[in-house]
């Protein structure tokens, strides 16, 4: 059970003058139940190998195999795939159509042909696991906050039951609480539910907390493709292509250049806190 | 994929035809599509297809851009060769059956009718190809400011049409990527009878809808905030200004036209055609 890339290359507008080359030769494969951050400057290609994922877009070169079968296969079935793998468009608040919001988080597993009650009961399940309450249920979507109209589209993608959830910039717009919120959940969701996450950001410091791997894209290439901290010592070329490790790896690597003797693999405040008064405790004992 | 669609889309090049100002591409557009209708005869279709060859080559925009705008036309442009083919009347019938029958005056007619549909959109492809919405708008205002004479209130038409224009690809934009939403949510919008198809639809047509109201009250919004009042007073920061190659361009047009007039009415008017 996974997703494997291989060899994909993608061209937008192949043949016209506005020819790009979105995805150039990818090689990927991401397993069961890992918590993935792809982070890429904009036009790095992220999204573009994000809607491959789930056949929204056909790679023009290359395969794509899920759980081991070839998605451009013949007769393979696309709905299910995209049942399967869930799709979280950036700014997704944007798809909400319906009166009120419980028959918005129905239209997904009614187009996946459960019945009525079946397709609330996913509905529900759903919105709580996001932390829409039940009072909200009736309400028209176009009322709520931006935050929670960002967890009801959320919920929409949750009730088809995926097992791998992409999530395309979530917290893009929210303010700092509102973006906690949202990742904080999705890593609950992530624990509860066993599912692949694919987180996307462009923001290092979002995604080091939460992901056991990161993937690194540059100009339609993978660049980097490692744990976190694995990645995170490439700070220096991360910000030659426009991106930045967290600044706790800036902090870090500059104690270690005034001669601290410190863990510069932190990649979050706490660990940074740890590695610091690691080394504090230890000049101590000296 | 809708993002086909070329009408109304700029199409950045270095082209004499880019630079050219905007009124004389307006009003050569205009003048190229009265010369369409007076041109007779095969002579006349051959001027116009050499002109605007020569045209659609000074645009450095690729062929393959101008004939995605065909594509839309297709339905209307099959409908009325068909019905001019099969209806017309004429001195010598080839075939009938019933009320149908293809006449040497039928075949003329669509032909003629084919053809100028054909130009008439690929002219006016190369117009919008090449101009920027601003610069059309821009243009439009100026040529039709002698209405403002009797309170036709020509700048806020353009400023509307500026705004549409501007408008159509961040809207189509947006369709795109609503439609990808509902799809990665299992939408179907192509299967189905013509009901499921449009019931389908739905999902689509709301976001949409909401989201070009949303976009114009934070636009009506800002201008506010811009002071805009309307074209009263309004000075332009960039005034229209006809140049050598401006009045070259409408040398040519008018010549163009000239020529299609005496090619499809010499023969009436003087009783020859030159050249033939």
Redesign the interface.
Known sequence: MSIKVKNVSYTY?E???YEVHALKDVNLEIPDGQFVGLIGHTGSGKSTLI?HL?G?LRATEGKIYFNGKDIYGDKYPM?EL??KV??V?QY?E????ETDVLKDVC??PR??GYSQKEAEEKAKRALRMVGMGEEYDSSSP?ELSGGQKRRVAIA??LA?DPEVLILDEPTAGLDPRGRDEILDQISYLKRERGITVILVSHSMEDVARYVDRLIVMNQGQVRFDGTPKEVFRHYRELEEIGLAAPQVTYLMQELKEKGARVDTDATTVEEAADAIAAWLGGQEQL | MI?DITLGQY?P?KSVLHELDPRVKLAATLIFVVSLFVAKGPVGYALATVFLGIVIRLSKV?F??MTKGLKSIVMLLMITVVFNLFLLDGDVVFWHFGFLRITDRGIRTAVMVGIRLIYLILGSSVMTLTTTPNDLTDGLEKLLSPLKKIHVPVHDMSMMMSIALRFIPILLE?TD??M?????????FESGNLIQKAKAM??LL??LF??ALRRAMDLALAMEARCYHGGEGRTKMKPLKYESKDRTAYAVIWIYLAAMIVIGYGRQIYGWIPFI
């Open positions: 507008s043949g016209m003058a809607q789930n929204l709905r995209r049942s869930g799709l468009f997704p944007y798809q909400l159509f239209f997904g187009n996946l176009f929409g993608v088809m | 993002r199409y090049a690729p393959r851009f947006e990527k609503i990808k939403a509902q799809i990665a949510r299992g939408a179907d739905i999902p709301v976001p909401f989201s």
